[in-house]
């Protein structure tokens, strides 16, 4: 009778685990791109806010400058920047071969950055990324371009992390299973969010949604909360072309990750019961079927490792199709560890974010 009820609820979790790796796997594809000419191609601009941004900035914007696009501007809106990035950017803009545009906003957040881009922009078409974000080629803005439909004005782009410490390693894989669910889901028709260091949308689709107004009171959420607002009247399209792709610097340390972490889930109080399941649902009934399959070893071994095999073939086939679509480069030994030290991770998010509740850029 116990050996029953404790394969049949493996059995559920393990279904439900299918839901978040199999279904996103078999949704998100390249897709097939004709090559359009420079006369097609829409002038873009490029937004990016930045508060103390200097070395990144150094390091980075000369990918952003290199672009081989025909007609682009970079807006740079410094929000009260103290470490000499002002100075910096300034010097550029009368040095640079494309037209670079240096505002300056009150320190009020991004969200409020990102609005003085936005309307300081002088193209219809907007794509966004970070300042510690390196485009992986010259052909980032027309990858993302290729992706974009008029009548779906917003295209979401991969973001992929990179480093060499377990806890940035750690968060690289996170990011690549992230991406391949809320990608995977968006390519099926349900788009509940993206990141901002890699996003495209007009500026007509910005003023239809009038900006982040309906989440003006959070800190974040000018990416995720956005595109699950827009998703109600258009379908989003997704671009996971290796060449389209951005690539920053992951937090080294599992405290840094924390702290980002918590941030990125505040905006989760604002999801709607589905996008919840789709954001939370897959880290919580994976701790189910690892605390279940625990207790079914005490019962019978075999049909706990049966049951654990069958799951782990199916977490390498997602993220291994993902990974190769992509070119991320995740180390597929270690994404195993990483599957076990996940749910250790989200527990210690939960701890940390009950006793840090403030939020910050």
């Given at each position: 009778m116990l050996l029953t009820i404790l394969s049949s609820v493996l059995l559920f979790f393990l279904l439900v685990q299918a839901v978040f790796y199999i279904l996103p796997a078999i949704g998100v594809r390249k897709k097939t791109v004709d090559e359009a000419s420079d006369a097609e191609l829409p002038p873009v601009s490029v937004i990016i806010a930045c508060r103390n941004e200097l070395q990144n900035l150094k390091s980075n914007l000369q990918y952003i400058i290199n672009q081989q696009y025909p007609e682009f501007e970079i807006v740079i809106v410094d929000d009260n920047s103290t470490d000499g990035m002002y100075e910096y950017v300034s010097n550029l803009v009368n040095t640079s071969p494309c037209s670079i545009k240096l505002v300056k906003n009150d320190g009020n957040g991004k969200k409020s950055a990102l609005t003085c881009g936005i309307r300081t922009a002088a193209y219809e078409h907007l794509i966004f990324t970070d300042a510690d974000c390196c485009p992986t080629s010259e052909k980032w803005i027309s990858g993302m371009m290729s992706h974009y439909d008029e009548e779906n004005p917003l295209v979401v782009g991969y973001g992929e992390l990179s480093g060499k410490t377990f806890a940035a390693r750690f968060a690289s894989y996170d990011a690549a299973l992230i991406a391949l669910q809320y990608m995977g889901f968006a390519s099926l028709g349900h788009a509940y969010m993206a990141v901002g260091r890699n996003i495209a949308y007009s500026r007509k689709l910005w003023d239809t949604l009038a900006g982040f107004a309906s989440h003006s009171d959070m800190a974040s959420g000018d990416d995720d909360l956005f595109v699950r607002e827009a998703a109600r009247h258009i379908r989003p399209t997704v671009c996971i072309l290796p060449e389209a792709k951005t690539i920053s610097p992951a937090k080294d340390s599992i405290l840094k990750l924390l702290r980002q972490k918590s941030r990125h889930v505040s905006t989760s109080v604002k999801y709607s019961l589905m996008d919840k399941f789709l954001s939370g649902g897959e880290i919580v009934t994976r701790t189910l079927f690892f605390a279940m399959a625990v207790a079914m070893a005490f019962v019978d071994w075999k049909i706990a490792l049966a049951f654990v095999v069958v799951r782990l073939i199916m977490v390498l086939f997602a993220l291994g199709r993902f990974c190769s679509l992509?070119?991320?480069?995740?180390?597929?030994?270690?994404?195993?560890?990483?599957?076990?030290?996940?749910?250790?991770?989200?527990?210690?998010?939960?701890?940390?974010?009950?006793?840090?509740?403030?939020?910050?850029?």
């Open positions: 992509t070119k991320t480069n995740l180390n597929l030994f270690m994404s195993l560890i990483f599957d076990i030290f996940a749910p250790i991770f989200y527990f210690a998010l939960l701890v940390y974010k009950i006793f840090n509740r403030k939020t910050e850029w």
